[in-house]
């Protein structure tokens, strides 16, 4: 399904638009429209998209949720925690709200298969649907739950969540908190799991200020984790735990931070805003900007065909035309072993964050979906980067690691306009010094957008070997037919099933 780049509105939206701007705040006018906003006021294309990326989300959560650092993940935590009634995805056992919200978000982005925003970068999936399944639940048997939502409330809160966080992450430059080391998405993702999990409960705006409030005092996620460990695997299901949380919170009426974002000392922007490299170092306003009338969800979010970080995704495309274009030089063992140079040119953002040349060998599985050096030699020998790319197997194989010690990686700020951050520019020179050179600006998924129907061929791909051909079908019923979805947890416990391990 096509999805157009300009959505009509109402004249009632932007009237409600131009009102939000005369009310309070920045924080204040988000909590207003987040309180405000109902589905008659999303465009049928935007509510369409939103339920196909929720589909991807739940396809990421089974496909993440027993690889080997997963699989700890919940040992873990299962350890410690007591048992609750909330769905572990990929699991039968089942523990409390914010474990279960944690774990579910360190699933979907387990993998490196979910979705990314290459304008602001945020995995949304992970920060939006696991703490929304946990309040669903909580709402559903608190005796004092102002609301027991369904399948309406389920995709209203949804594309709540899928709007909020990259407004808040544009106004701090986007990817450039992650040029500075920050796991952005764990920073602004909290803002987005607390609007969306309050809408779905139906909080007032001065309620979901306080939940956002509480989220925003959490932020943090140190992008150091990419080389090692496990705990990057994790940083979003912090964040969906800290929205979670401070949705709770403000639920049973504790009061969080108020004007959070517009705080001169000790603010979200101020504080996260301090180090930019930009004048002005925030944009405050683009957390509001287009409320109702731009729509992140279908225009903005990607979803990832190959399973590494979105950023390198244009250099994998980038090799493969390569490849088609030169497959004498650039196909088979012997006329790799001819390559004497690689030099990659990366965006800013992406140089800092996946540029860098690795210190050991091998890469542990982490390190390797977030190295450019290590992707692009997987996709010159094998021709794809998928999850066996990455299994332990291959993570230390000669022909592999020749061609990432003759990769080097640089900026270029060719690279750094909005929307092509994810592009590369490569020159390969070969032992005879003749060389090959070609540039990606948009890989697959930024232009042209992934299709709905590309969207549950993956899902149909990913979890093909992990669930039954019933399930799957319900699955798909289910979240395709949100709107008619009465009892929110019949999804829930589609999800509460052992699957096996998918990286093998």
């Known amino acids: 399904m096509a ?6 509105t109402t004249s009632t939206t932007n009237t409600q638009t131009a009102a939000y701007n005369e009310k309070g705040g920045i924080t204040s006018q988000l909590c207003t429209w987040v309180g405000d906003l109902t589905l008659d006021d999303v465009p049928e294309a935007v509510r369409t998209r939103a339920k196909y990326i929720f589909l991807d989300g739940i396809a990421c959560a089974l496909v993440g949720a027993k690889v080997p650092w997963s699989a700890k993940a919940f040992e873990a935590f299962s350890s410690f925690e007591d ?13 409390g709200a914010t474990a279960a919200a944690t774990l579910n978000g360190s699933w979907i982005q387990a993998c490196e298969v979910d979705d990314y925003h290459s304008v602001a970068p945020l995995h949304s999936q992970a920060v939006v649907i696991p703490p929304l399944f946990a309040a669903a639940i909580s709402a559903k048997y608190h ?6 939502p369904g ?12 709007e909020v966080g990259p407004r808040v992450g544009m106004a701090l430059h986007g990817t450039e908190v992650l040029a500075r ?11 987005a799991a607390a609007a969306s999990s309050s809408k779905l409960l139906g909080l007032s705006a001065d309620q979901t200020e306080d939940a956002i409030g509480v989220a ?3 932020a943090s996620g140190l992008m150091a984790a990419q080389y090692d460990g496990m705990v990057k695997r994790m940083h979003h299901g912090f964040a969906a735990r800290n929205g979670l949380l401070g949705t709770m919170l403000a639920w049973n009426g504790y009061q969080g931070i108020k004007k959070v974002f517009e705080r001169p000392y000790g603010g979200f922007l101020a504080m996260f805003g301090v180090g930019s490299k930009h004048t002005p170092n925030t944009l405050p306003e683009e957390i509001t900007k287009d409320l109702g009338q731009f729509w992140h969800t279908a225009e903005w979010i990607r979803l990832k065909l190959h399973a590494c970080c979105g950023g390198i995704h244009g250099t994998i495309e980038c090799l493969a035309e390569m490849q088609a274009l030169y497959p004498n030089r650039l196909r088979g063992v012997e006329s790799l072993a001819q390559i004497k140079d690689i030099h990659i040119q990366l965006g800013d953002a992406v140089y800092h964050h996946c540029g860098w040349a690795p210190e050991e060998r091998p890469l542990s599985a982490t390190g390797g979906q977030m190295n450019t050096a290590f992707v692009a030699a997987s996709q010159l020998v094998d021709e794809q980067v998928l999850l066996e790319q990455f299994a332990t197997p291959k993570l230390n194989r000669d022909e ?13 700020p060719t690279l750094d306009k909005p929307n092509i951050g994810c592009g590369s520019i490569i020159k390969i020179t070969f032992q005879d ?19 709905n129907d590309e969207i549950l061929e993956k899902f149909r791909r990913l979890t093909g070997n992990l669930i039954s051909a019933d399930r799957q079908a319900r699955i798909e019923a289910l979240v395709l037919g949100m709107e008619d979805l009465t009892d929110i947890e019949d999804l829930i416990d589609l999800l509460s099933v052992e699957v096996p391990n998918s990286l093998q």
């Open 216 to 218: 925003c005092t959490q």
């Open 181 to 191: 080391g920050w796991h952005c998405g764990s920073v602004f993702g909290g803002p």
């Open 83 to 95: 048992p609750g009634r909330h769905v572990v995805i990929g699991y039968e056992e089942r523990l």
């Open 400 to 412: 592999i690691w020749n061609l990432i010690y003759k990769t080097h990686c640089t900026h270029t």
């Open 151 to 162: 399948g309406k409330e389920l995709l209203l809160a949804t594309i709540v969540g899928f």
């Open 3 to 8: 999805i157009s780049s300009k959505f009509e």
């Open 433 to 451: 010094d003749t060389q090959i050179e070609h540039t990606l600006l948009q890989p697959k998924g930024v232009d042209e957008p992934i299709t």
């Open 143 to 148: 005796p004092l739950a102002p609301q027991v």
